[in-house]
């Protein structure tokens, strides 16, 4: 009987290393997809604001800078957050670039939100950069 015992037990620390094994890219690939999402996420409300920013009593001035913001950044961000890791991180790196632009642009205080999501976007890239290989 006592035999039986860590038979059982060794086979069932087997499995678990097995599938704790199998789990580890998932997880890596969730960690870069989450990263992105959030980009999204902080985009889309940057942009919102941007826009209301835009069409408020005391608007900003339509420049370049605030007019890329006010476009691209939430629809940039969306496709590295949504398309398979092969495109996203493509697209993770046309947002960042993106973003950066419009806030190096001089747009203000309003520019300087999109920074969380210029950081989000940076740190999901090389999350991605670093699954691939």
Do not use: H, N
């Not at 499995?15 to 704790?20: I, N």
């Not at 919102?48 to 006010?70: E, F, G, R």
């Not at 973003?99 to 190096?104: D, E």
């Amino acid at each position: 009987m006592t035999t039986q015992q860590p038979a059982a037990a060794s086979a069932s620390v087997t499995r678990s290393a097995s599938a704790t094994s199998a789990a580890v890219p998932a997880q890596s690939l969730l960690s870069s997809k989450r990263w992105l999402r959030g980009a999204f996420l902080l985009a889309g409300a940057a942009q919102l604001i941007t826009i209301s920013a835009l069409l408020s009593v005391d608007p900003l001035p339509a420049t370049w800078s605030a007019l890329l913001l006010a476009i691209a950044s939430a629809p940039l961000a969306a496709a590295a957050a949504f398309t398979p890791r092969r495109a996203a991180i493509p697209a993770a790196v046309v947002a960042a670039v993106a973003i950066f632009v419009g806030v190096a642009g001089g747009i203000g205080r309003t520019g300087s939100l999109f920074i969380p999501a210029l950081i989000a976007l940076a740190v999901g890239a090389a999350l991605g950069l670093r699954e691939r290989r």
